[in-house]
């Protein structure tokens, strides 16, 4: 009997060393790790950068709180917000914080409770954020969620605009549907949303938790559509592996979260500040996003070749096969043969290799895939 609380269906493989994108077990035995910790690894494991930007930092300065004014922190916002439509960063230790954070913001700023989120996204699992999560089994025994969340079928217009009403002060979505399915927007849809917020005066959180930071070739998602989001919400690849989390929002936003509206104690922490810099000065480089770019054509290019009956969905390293039945036992017999995947929805396998990700890797984990699936 395990003394950890069973709430997650943990998988029996004991990961204790990694490097790159390949992580060991306790007997020994070398896995890719083409999870990347839930699209957290974004320089892979053990990256050189990132593990003496800790060291550095935790001879120097542990934690602060948010008494004092914290130029690192400045120093990241503006790395983050640099050539956007953003102008404010607020820092914290999670993707459910950071959405709880927008989520307050939008209500606090437009004075408006209702926010429209979709069916199969994912926001996090706060009880804000679970009542966000258009997801009934996320919800499931936790009795009544927050009524001001309305769920609408994603990537249908119609839908939504029949949803849109006088209190709706906010819309919520994720770019890429990363639990979900790896259900990408359509053009169409961004278009619909991007002139009904327009249109009514309706602020847009993006939730850029699993797509931002490189995972899909460009910075965040969201610069491959039309979305101009007024909030957007980042954790996951921001600290490589080093818990943090982020909203950015633009300056019309400045006042609403003015002193003492909102906070954190850990949110910030110059450890969490310093090894993020790190990820985002290797990350935000052109050549570096354009290798992801190229690898993620040659991983499609692949797959397509080894696997023609499958679909290929998603963009970037958030790429989805999908199957025709579940993928639960694929994700088991390729860990079995020494490839560690993740499932999206219940039919999508899930392909989120580091960014740092090799060619030679990515024919790894495809030739793997060829044996499971074929
Ligand atoms: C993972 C995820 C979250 C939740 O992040 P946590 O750090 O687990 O709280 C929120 N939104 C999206 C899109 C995610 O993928």
């Known amino acids: 009997m395990s003394s950890l609380f069973p709430n997650y269906a943990r998988r029996p493989v004991h990961l204790i060393e990694g490097k790159g994108t390949i992580v060991k077990d306790e007997q020994g035995k070398s896995y890719l790790d083409f999870t990347s910790g839930i699209a957290v690894l974004s320089l892979g494991h053990a990256h050189t950068a990132i593990v003496k930007a800790l060291q550095e930092q935790s001879e120097r300065l542990w934690h602060t709180s948010n008494l004092f004014e914290s130029p690192k922190q400045e120093q990241l916002a503006n790395i983050l917000i640099e050539e956007t439509h ?4 607020f820092f914290c230790n999670s993707g459910a914080e950071a959405n709880e954070a927008a989520i307050k913001l939008a209500r606090k700023h437009t004075g408006k409770h209702v926010i429209i989120t979709f069916e199969n996204s994912f926001h996090g699992r706060t009880f804000g954020t679970m009542s966000a999560t258009g997801q009934e089994k996320v919800r499931q025994g936790f009795g009544p969620v927050l009524e001001t969340f309305r769920t609408v079928p994603f990537n249908d217009v119609e839908k939504l605009e029949a949803a849109i009403d006088d209190e709706v002060g ?34 847009l959180i993006v939730d850029e938790v699993q797509t931002g930071i490189g995972r899909t070739g460009t910075r965040y998602a969201y610069e491959q559509t039309v979305l101009k989001p007024d909030i957007m919400t980042l954790a996951k690849g921001l600290g490589g592996g080093f818990p943090i989390g982020a909203m950015l929002g633009t300056s019309e936003l400045g006042e609403t979260f003015g002193p003492g509206t909102h906070g954190t104690t850990f949110g910030g922490n110059p450890l969490a500040v310093r090894v993020a810099q790190a990820v985002l000065e290797h990350v935000f480089v052109s050549d570096f996003l354009d290798e992801v770019n190229k690898k993620s054509e040659y991983f499609v290019h692949k797959l397509n070749e080894a696997l023609p009956s499958y679909k290929v969905v998603g963009a970037g390293l958030l790429l989805g096969l999908v199957c025709e039945d579940e993928a639960a036992p694929y994700i088991t017999e390729a860990e079995k043969a020494g490839l560690l995947l993740v499932g999206a929805g219940p039919n999508v396998i899930r392909l989120l290799p580091p960014l740092t990700v090799t060619r030679d890797e990515i024919d790894q984990a495809v030739d793997i895939l060829r044996t499971i699936l074929n």
């Open 86 to 89: 953003f102008a404010h960063a």
């Open 170 to 203: 906010a819309i919520m979505l994720e770019v890429i549907q990363g639990e979900g399915g790896v259900n990408k927007v359509t053009p169409e849809f961004a278009e619909a949303i991007s002139s009904i917020c327009e249109s009514k005066g309706i602020l």
